[in-house]
C-alpha cells in the first residue's frame, strides 16, 4: 500500500451531551468478493456480450491503490510517488486508476477515479530514499465509484479490480424527502461560518489556502443532490494538506485538529440519510472547535 498520511482511528466526540463516533454508521464494511482471472477459453461471444453489459451498467476494469488517505471527488493529493505507483498511470492499457482507502486492515468498497495534474516531475536518484523512477506527481479525485471484484491473483500496485461508476444523486437514485433537503439547503450557511472561523483563526497552513481548496473542489453542489452537497463538504473541512492546528497552549489539551477526519464514513455510508448525518455531526464539531481556537488565542 502506499503511505501517505497516518491512519486516523475513529473520532469520538462530545455533542449536546452525547458521545458520538463518526464511524459507527458504517463500521461494519462489506468484504470485496475475490475473483479469479478470466478464463482464455471462454467464447469471444459470451465474453462481447458480458463487456456491452457492463458498460450499460458502468462497470469497468480497473488497477486499485490502497491509501491511508480517503479521496473525495474533486480533492487533490500531492505526493513524492515510488516507480510502481509511477508507471501505473503511464502505463497505456486502458484501465483507469481507483484510489481507496482503508478503516485498519479492511478495505473500503468505495473510493473514487483518480488522474494526474501534469506530467510526472521526476525526483533525482537517492541510492535508498529515491531509486530511479520516482516522482513528484499531483492525483485528482474525480468520479465516485464502488468496487466490485478485486482479482486475487494479482497484489499490490498490480492490483487489478471491476467496479463501478456511481451516481448518488442520479435519475436512477430514490428522490430526496423534503426534510433532507430541508437539511441539505441549511449546510450552505452553515459552511460559510466555518469558512469565516478558518480565516479568523489564521488555520491556513499558507496564505490563500482556503482560496485554492474552494477553486479545486468547485462550487457547492445544490441541495437537490445532497449525496454530492455531503462529499463536497467533507472534502472542504479535511483538505489535502490538512488545515493547520492551533498554536494556543489551552487549545492544545482540548486536542489540535480542526475538524474530525469525515472522508471515510460519507464514502462509506450505506444510506443519504447516514451520509447527512455524518456530515453535520462533524461540521457542528469542527466548528465547535474552531470556536474553542478563537476564543482561546483572543484570551492568550
Given at each position: 500500500?502506499?503511505?501517505?498520511?497516518?491512519?486516523?482511528p475513529?473520532?469520538?466526540?462530545?455533542?449536546?451531551?452525547?458521545?458520538?463516533?463518526i464511524?459507527?454508521?458504517?463500521?461494519?464494511?462489506k468484504p470485496?468478493?475475490?475473483?479469479?482471472?478470466?478464463s482464455?477459453?471462454?467464447?469471444?461471444?459470451?465474453?462481447?456480450?458480458?463487456?456491452?453489459?457492463?458498460?450499460?451498467?458502468?462497470?469497468?476494469?480497473?488497477?486499485?491503490?490502497?491509501?491511508?488517505?480517503?479521496?473525495?471527488p474533486g480533492?487533490?493529493?500531492?505526493?513524492?510517488?515510488?516507480?510502481?505507483l509511477?508507471?501505473?498511470?503511464?502505463?497505456?492499457?486502458?484501465?483507469?486508476?481507483?484510489?481507496?482507502?482503508?478503516?485498519?486492515?479492511q478495505?473500503?468498497?468505495?473510493?473514487?477515479?483518480?488522474?494526474?495534474?501534469?506530467?510526472?516531475?521526476?525526483?533525482?536518484?537517492?541510492?535508498?530514499?529515491?531509486?530511479?523512477?520516482?516522482?513528484?506527481?499531483?492525483?485528482?479525485?474525480?468520479?465516485?465509484?464502488?468496487?466490485?471484484?478485486?482479482?486475487?491473483?494479482?497484489?499490490?500496485?498490480?492490483?487489478?479490480?471491476?467496479?463501478?461508476?456511481?451516481?448518488?444523486?442520479?435519475?436512477?437514485?430514490?428522490?430526496?424527502?423534503k426534510?433532507?433537503?430541508?437539511?441539505?439547503?441549511?449546510?450552505?450557511?452553515?459552511?460559510?461560518?466555518?469558512?469565516?472561523?478558518?480565516r479568523?483563526?489564521?488555520?491556513?497552513?499558507?496564505?490563500?489556502?482556503?482560496?485554492?481548496?474552494?477553486?479545486?473542489?468547485?462550487?457547492?453542489?445544490?441541495?437537490?443532490?445532497?449525496?454530492?452537497?455531503?462529499?463536497?463538504?467533507?472534502?472542504?473541512?479535511?483538505?489535502?494538506?490538512?488545515?493547520?492546528?492551533?498554536?494556543?497552549?489551552?487549545?492544545?489539551?482540548?486536542?489540535?485538529?480542526?475538524?474530525?477526519?469525515?472522508?471515510?464514513?460519507?464514502?462509506?455510508?450505506?444510506?443519504?440519510?447516514?451520509?447527512?448525518?455524518?456530515?453535520?455531526?462533524?461540521?457542528?464539531?469542527?466548528?465547535?472547535?474552531?470556536?474553542?481556537?478563537?476564543?482561546?488565542?483572543?484570551?492568550?
Amino acid at each position: 500500500d502506499c503511505s501517505c498520511a497516518p491512519l486516523f482511528p475513529c473520532e469520538q466526540m462530545w455533542l449536546g451531551g452525547t458521545l458520538l463516533t463518526i464511524s459507527q454508521s458504517f463500521r461494519v464494511i462489506k468484504p470485496v468478493v475475490m475473483m479469479a482471472s478470466s478464463s482464455s477459453s471462454e467464447p469471444d461471444m459470451a465474453l462481447l456480450r458480458s463487456r456491452i453489459e457492463d458498460v450499460r451498467a458502468g462497470v469497468f476494469d480497473c488497477r486499485v491503490v490502497v491509501l491511508r488517505e480517503c479521496l473525495v471527488p474533486g480533492q487533490r493529493l500531492e505526493m513524492t510517488a515510488p516507480p510502481g505507483l509511477v508507471n501505473l498511470f503511464e502505463a497505456r492499457d486502458g484501465r483507469p486508476v481507483v484510489v481507496i482507502g482503508r478503516q485498519g486492515q479492511q478495505l473500503h468498497t468505495h473510493g473514487v477515479q483518480v488522474e494526474l495534474q501534469g506530467p510526472p516531475i521526476m525526483r533525482p536518484v537517492i541510492p535508498g530514499i529515491h531509486p530511479a523512477g520516482t516522482a513528484d506527481i499531483v492525483m485528482v479525485a474525480r468520479e465516485l465509484c464502488e468496487l466490485l471484484e478485486v482479482d486475487s491473483t494479482t497484489i499490490g500496485l498490480e492490483r487489478r479490480a471491476r467496479a463501478r461508476s456511481l451516481e448518488l444523486d442520479g435519475v436512477d437514485a430514490d428522490p430526496p424527502s423534503k426534510a433532507l433537503l430541508v437539511r441539505s439547503a441549511a449546510l450552505e450557511p452553515i459552511v460559510a461560518k466555518w469558512l469565516s472561523l478558518v480565516r479568523r483563526s489564521g488555520r491556513e497552513r499558507v496564505a490563500g489556502q482556503l482560496d485554492a481548496l474552494l477553486s479545486g473542489l468547485g462550487s457547492m453542489p445544490a441541495a437537490e443532490k445532497p449525496n454530492a452537497r455531503a462529499l463536497w463538504v467533507a472534502g472542504l473541512i479535511n483538505p489535502l494538506p490538512a488545515l493547520g492546528v492551533s498554536s494556543s497552549r489551552k487549545f492544545a489539551q482540548m486536542g489540535a485538529s480542526v475538524a474530525p477526519e469525515i472522508r471515510g464514513a460519507v464514502l462509506m455510508a450505506p444510506s443519504t440519510e447516514v451520509r447527512m448525518r455524518n456530515i453535520e455531526v462533524s461540521l457542528a464539531e469542527s466548528i465547535r472547535r474552531l470556536e474553542l481556537i478563537v476564543s482561546s488565542e483572543t484570551d492568550s
